[in-house]
């Protein structure tokens, strides 16, 4: 199974019940706009790829906003 694959199962179930308004990390976010750029996310998780980024963006608009946040925090695929 590949990295992506292990990805997809935890979001897909998750994606049904993500809260909105979930905190955002001020140590991820550190222009405070509220959403994490794939460059904020790096800067933290030299790990993620961009492929990974991909995945979490789930709107397509190259940041994660709450929900996308909420959705992958509650996977584990980021810090709470
Ligand atoms: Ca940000």
Not at 44 to 58: K, N
Request: charged share 20%; aromatic share 4%.
């Amino acid at each position: 199974m590949t990295r992506t694959l292990k990805l997809i199962a935890p979001i897909a179930v998750l994606s049904a019940l993500a809260v909105p308004g979930f905190a955002q990390n001020a140590a991820i976010d550190v222009n405070g706009d509220g959403m994490y750029s794939y460059p904020e996310l790096q800067a933290v998780m030299p790990e993620m790829t961009e492929d990974d980024f991909t995945i979490l963006d789930t709107s397509g608009d190259g940041l994660l906003d709450a929900d996308e946040i909420a959705v992958a925090t509650e996977a584990g695929l980021l810090p709470a």
